[in-house]
């Protein structure tokens, strides 16, 4: 797999998307974090933002039930990169230029957007706190991004007020819950960016659902030294829906099987316990309909990263490791707290252990790839090169997307 990842185009810089989300909490944007090592900010630019079609193709691109779109990605510029006179001529309609709250607001720096504006860029500013210096901005631009955590939720409602008259979008940043979505949400934020589909709404008392209840038996029966193909294919074979699923999967792109499997016990035999595996895994976290698509692609996106970098690594099982990144968000998709919920799943000892408090080597990926997500590149203990890191990222949304198209009804 190493050689595989190592073949494709590598960028020189860590980058990382995160969603930005509608009051419905579909995606309609992503946010674009990157680090590299070029003080030449706008040449970087210019080399991996406007020409790469590695960044429209797989940093904009999701599967939404079943169909591939673009989206727009935002893109923070530093002062020196929005006044330089080789300033890229990004795609429009690809990108949001985000201008910083702490950027020095000259009468240069103001008809510097404002020309940017009249060139047909939608224009979102960052960290903005309630200030004369940004009233000349206030009618260039199009989207406020407001740091809730740094406002107060208590302040929030005078501040919305007072910015009704320039009729922008509001987009609450640094969402950390649902309840503070809710609140962003009944004061007008038409926009919302954080890491409130992080965290569980735990409802007390729930339990796993029956269909949940056959997966987690199937994966119990695929752990067992004694199991055959025959005998998982017992536990599946009264639930006509499921092995319809499971068949129809196998047969997808996602395995480029040269001839199509009829049966559950044939896929079994010809793919091996370890990708039926990951494919219950698979099921379990994506059949709650409840729930924003977003979730469970960035599931999927953190289980196959957390596989690649095991596989890189040369980790025994990396299967493990993929089911410990798919199930570090099962608590917020099932909404029970994980010790409760690791109660009623049949997990290995050291994949429990991971989850609960990133202990052991399971533990270890777990959190690199956390960091990464997050766009903490700092923080990479950096266990392989860097463009390691990228690539399997970037392979690990690629993948994710083929997954999505797998499993959609359409």
């Known amino acids: 797999m190493t050689g595989s990842i190592e073949a494709g185009e590598s960028l020189d810089l860590l980058l990382a998307r995160q969603p930005v989300f509608n009051k419905s909490q579909d995606v309609v944007a992503y946010l674009l974090l990157y680090r590299n ?38 893109i923070k510029l530093t002062d020196q990169t929005l006044m330089a006179d080789n300033f890229p001529d990004l795609p429009k309609e690809s990108f949001i230029l985000e ?10 720096f103001v008809e510097r957007v404002k020309i940017l504006n009249q060139q047909g860029y939608r224009i979102a500013l960052s960290d903005y706190r309630p200030h004369p210096k940004y009233e000349p901005l206030l009618n260039l631009i199009h989207i406020l991004k407001l740091d809730i955590q740094k406002t ?55 339990k796993l659902g029956s269909s949940k209840v056959l997966l987690l038996q199937m994966m119990v029966e695929l752990q067992s030294p004694q199991a055959t193909a025959q005998s998982v294919e017992q536990l599946v074979i009264n639930d006509p829906l499921l092995t319809y699923r499971i068949l129809r999967v196998v047969n997808s792109a996602a395995f480029s099987l040269q001839r199509e499997i009829e049966s559950l016990s044939h896929a079994i035999s010809l793919l091996g316990f370890e990708q039926i595996r990951k494919w219950v895994s698979l099921f379990l976290v994506t059949d709650t309909q409840e729930k924003p698509e977003e979730l469970t692609r960035s599931m999927l996106v953190r289980g196959r990263m957390c596989e690649l970098l095991a596989e890189m690594l040369g980790r025994d099982q990396p299967i493990n490791n993929f089911i410990t990144g798919l199930f570090s968000k099962l608590d917020v998709l099932l909404d029970m707290e994980m010790p409760e919920l690791l109660e009623q799943v049949p997990l290995q000892a050291e994949v429990k252990a991971a989850l609960l408090t990133n202990e052991g080597q399971l533990g270890q990926i ?23 890191y990228e690539a399997a990222y970037r392979h690990s949304l690629s993948w994710s997307q083929q997954v999505m198209q797998s499993l959609s009804d359409k």
Request: charged share 25%; aromatic share 8%; hydrophobic share 35%.
């Open 37 to 74: 090592d070029d003080v030449q900010a706008p040449k970087t630019i210019n080399d991996h933002l406007a020409t790469s079609s590695v960044i429209l193709n797989t940093y904009a691109s999701i599967c939404e039930e079943g169909e591939v779109r673009s989206l727009p990605c935002y």
């Open 99 to 108: 201008i910083l709250g702490h950027s020095k607001i000259t009468p240069e």
């Open 152 to 206: 107060g939720i208590d302040q929030l409602p005078q501040v919305v007020k007072d910015l009704r008259p320039y009729h922008l979008e509001l987009l609450a940043d640094k969402v950390e819950t649902q309840n503070e979505f809710r609140k962003c949400h009944e004061l007008g934020f038409a926009l919302f960016q954080g890491y409130f589909l992080s965290k569980p709404e735990p409802v007390k008392g729930k």
């Open 366 to 388: 777990l959190d690199q790839v956390c960091h990464y997500e997050r766009g903490d590149f700092e923080d990479l203990d950096l266990l392989l090169d860097q463009h390691f």
